[in-house]
């Protein structure tokens, strides 16, 4: 889809406009907008018929500011040197919105995933984390990579065995990358994070009467029709969160077409049918959309888009009907389709916020590979035992036993999952509140994206501020 902006152009177009309105040094903004350090590389791989072919790889930090920085790596095709700087720069922004005490960065390689085999991809992915730790890109307390488009898991683990065993301190090595397999130093509760904390900033956005109304729209979550663009882990798991809560999702948009059901498609059985087949489409009662751009134009209250970015630019923009637009996709918005749909008053709510989530906990991630410990490790126990001798006690004094049933509801101790599931459903809850504040401040002459940078920019001017290095 055509747009005449590039991606970073884009990202620094919103820092400009939501710059207006702080009073900071025009060195120092200039200093934050700026990606620090790029590393290009390519490298051969041997592929399994024996033939050669060269893989070209990026690494961006945008800012050193805080340290480590963090970002994910992505495998796709359209990978190059302005997505990974753009990409880079929004995770400055979003670490500083949820309060990740991290600089920025993001990485990738052009490459599509479905034309290598699982021990080329191996292959491919070691090297890359090689290349990073021969120029300082990696490190627990250097650069900590983590999924995005096209990796997981898998590709996490390879990067953090990688580095244990090329560096010379390998006693916090785990903590060198996040996403890990919970098996090797991942953390519960990871993989569904970013789709969950979609989740919670839209749960957040509809609990404001004020905003439904303003969209003609009841308050809450429940009811409500949504359009998800992209079944993979961030998709489907918002989809997963939002049907539990009572939104009714009536289209999903894959790459190689759409499904479509007014009466609400069933989230857990699409994701059997996806496991099984490969592929969202043919899934039973439901209508199959062969053009999977336009469904993002069927009408709906949200729409999350949850692939790539640029899907919905100024040629689009116009034949949008949703009500509220979901960014859970990095950039699935272009700048000047941005504007066009503020002016129409579609309630956008943003990426450098709304996909929070999987940095949220990444970062608990990191916390526990230097710790050595698993969340909840020490205080499950003492936590149940405080909680039955207060339960003893009471029924003492009533002289009221509670039933065999009863009881085991009234104790327990937190798991590492409910711990990382209470500090994220936190931390989108508040930032959702302290970047509508901003946007409320202001008396809602601008968008939350607008505020949303607001709010990254004078974090990061304080941080910088603290340092030192502008008194
Ligand atoms: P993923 O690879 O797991 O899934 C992406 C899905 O989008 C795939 O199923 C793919 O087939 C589909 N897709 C590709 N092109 C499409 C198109 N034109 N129309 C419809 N569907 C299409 O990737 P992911 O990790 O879910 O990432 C999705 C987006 O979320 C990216 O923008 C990524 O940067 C962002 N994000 C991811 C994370 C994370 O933790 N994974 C965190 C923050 C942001």
Request: glycine share 8%.
């Amino acid at each position: 889809m055509s747009t005449s902006k590039s991606f970073f152009e884009q990202v620094n177009q919103h820092f400009n406009k939501a710059a207006q309105y702080t009073s900071h040094d025009p060195g120092l903004l200039a200093q934050i907008k700026r990606c620090n350090s790029v590393y290009y590389f390519s490298f051969p791989l041997k592929k399994d018929d024996g033939s050669i072919e060269v893989i070209e790889g990026w690494r961006a930090e945008h800012s050193h500011h805080r340290l480590p920085c963090k970002g994910g790596i992505r495998y796709a095709m359209q990978v190059a040197e302005d997505e990974v700087t753009a990409l880079a720069a929004l995770m400055t922004y979003k670490n500083a919105i949820v309060d990740v005490p991290f600089g920025g960065a993001k990485g990738g390689i052009r490459l599509d995933k479905s034309k290598y085999s699982a021990d080329e991809i191996e292959r491919i992915t070691r090297r890359y984390a090689s290349e990073l730790v021969r120029k300082n890109f990696i490190g627990p307390g250097k650069d900590v990579p983590a999924p995005d488009y096209g990796t997981g898991a898998k590709e996490m683990s390879f990067i953090a065995d990688t580095y244990k065993a090329l560096t010379s301190a390998p006693l916090d090595s785990l903590a060198c990358v996040t996403g890990k397999p919970v098996s090797y130093g991942g953390i519960r509760g990871r993989v569904e994070a970013t789709g969950k904390g979609v989740y919670f900033g839209i749960r957040e956005a509809c609990q404001n009467t004020d905003d439904m109304k303003k969209l003609g729209l009841t308050t809450g979550l429940a009811g409500k029709t949504a359009i998800i663009q992209g079944f993979g882990n961030v998709g489907y798991h918002a989809a997963k969160f939002l049907h539990e809560d009572g939104v009714k999702i009536i289209c999903i948009a894959e790459y190689n077409g759409a499904i479509y059901n007014p009466q609400g498609i069933d989230i857990p059985a699409l994701r059997t049918h996806f496991k099984e087949t490969g592929s969202i489409l043919n899934f039973p009662s439901s209508e199959k959309t062969p053009d999977s751009t336009k469904a993002l134009e069927i009408e709906c209250d949200i729409l999350v888009p949850a692939a790539l970015e640029n899907q919905i630019t100024i040629d689009n923009a116009k034949n949008i009907k949703a009500k509220i637009i979901a960014e859970a996709a990095n950039g699935p918005v272009t700048s000047d389709a941005n504007e066009e749909l503020h002016k129409r008053g579609v309630f956008i709510i943003p990426d450098v916020y709304l996909n929070a989530g999987g940095v949220t906990v990444s970062y608990f991630e990191w916390l526990k590979n230097l710790s050595h410990v698993r969340f909840g490790r020490m205080s499950k126990r003492f936590e149940e035992k405080s909680q039955t001798k207060m339960i003893t006690a009471i029924e003492k004094l009533t002289d009221k036993k509670l039933s065999p049933e009863e009881m085991p509801n009234l104790i327990s101790g937190a798991s590492e999952e409910d711990l990382v599931n209470s500090g994220l459903e936190e931390t989108m809850v508040n930032a959702y509140q302290e970047i509508r504040d901003i946007q409320h401040q202001h008396n809602d002459q601008f968008d939350l994206r607008t505020a949303a940078f607001i709010c990254a920019i004078n974090k990061i001017v304080t941080s910088y501020k603290h340092a030192g290095i502008f008194p």
